[in-house]
């Protein structure tokens, strides 16, 4: 064998040591792990195909899938506490094309925490209990499991959670956000997109949208907070028959609906802006909803 050679496989073999396995061409099957701390970050970019996430028990990072045939390179290194798997394009102006389709699957340490950033490649995260922050322009995102956090963010892809989280987060501009178990702190925020939050115990809430629909579905802690407004979409919240709550709403030219007893009476006979005050129980959460032309309602479960 030629020296030269035997350099090459010993920097290979110092790249391994080192968590920076040599790089990836294009069209090839992916496969790779490396050591992690249980509570790594890990950081993963991919312009377009998919993206899995799984947790599970073992301090190690895998990567499986295979990247697209017009890629540049595929990267996975880092240390322990930090590694980055990323899908780097020769043209990044061409995230369009199915030729730079990259599917990758990567199992993380359930305790750790994950960034996701993709352009049109779908986000799928499931059995992971750590930290999550996924980012996609038009890729949906699909999570479910009992995540410590999740801030969720697309402009037009739709964003689905199912599972208890202590903390949510989730914006959209036209895309739909279903959030399904969550509890504690929820936002949610969308521009025209439909926003629908089926939760536990909320100790603080904000949902808002400017043209989309908002519906709500949860019970309140003590000491509660929830705000909703909307420009002109509609606004449901179901409350349970026993919400110990201060009731604040208002319309300016909207319907409002209470099944808790007490109706909305118009501000002024000059204008038709409505508003809603009551209070349920000893009052000990705070509601406030309020719209521009979107009509509201408030349902007792």
Do not use: Y
Not at 50 to 59: A, D, P, T
Not at 200 to 208: A, N, T, V, W
Not at 235 to 242: E, G, I, K, N, Q
């Amino acid at each position: 064998m030629r020296p030269t050679n035997i350099r090459n496989l010993g920097a290979a073999a110092l790249l391994l040591g080192l968590g920076l396995a040599p790089a990836l061409t294009a069209g090839q099957e992916v496969d790779r792990t490396l050591d992690a701390a249980p509570d790594a970050i890990v950081e993963i970019e991919n312009t377009a195909g998919s993206v899995e996430v799984r947790g599970w028990s073992n301090n190690q990072v895998q990567v499986t899938g295979r990247i697209g045939d017009d890629v540049e390179e595929f990267i996975a290194e880092g240390s322990p506490s930090r590694i980055v798997i990323e899908v780097e394009t020769r043209d990044r102006g061409r995230w369009h094309s199915r030729d730079i389709e990259s599917r990758l699957e990567i199992m993380v340490p359930e305790g750790a925490r994950v960034e996701i950033e993709t352009v049109s490649a779908s986000i799928d995260v499931d059995d992971f209990a750590g930290r999550l922050e996924a980012d996609s322009v038009s890729g949906s995102i699909e999570v479910e499991g009992s995540l410590k956090t999740a801030d969720l963010e697309s402009v037009s892809g739709s964003i689905r959670l199912r599972g208890s989280n202590t903390r949510t987060v989730a914006e959209s501009v036209s895309g739909s956000i279903r959030l399904d178990g969550v509890s504690d702190r929820v936002e949610a925020s969308t521009v025209s997109g439909t926003v629908e939050v089926g939760a536990g115990e909320i100790e603080r809430g904000d949902l808002e949208s400017v043209s989309g629909t908002v519906r709500l579905e949860c019970s309140l802690a003590r000491g509660a907070r929830l705000d909703i407004s909307s420009h002109s979409g509609n606004v449901t919240v179901t409350l349970p028959a026993s919400v110990s709550a201060s009731f604040e709403a208002e319309t300016f030219s909207g319907r409002i609906d209470n099944d808790f007893g007490p109706q909305a009476e118009r501000n002024s006979k000059w204008v038709p802006s409505k508003s809603l005050e009551f209070t349920t129980g000893d009052g000990d959460a705070q509601v406030t909803l309020e719209t521009f032309s979107g009509n509201l309602r408030i349902e007792r479960r």
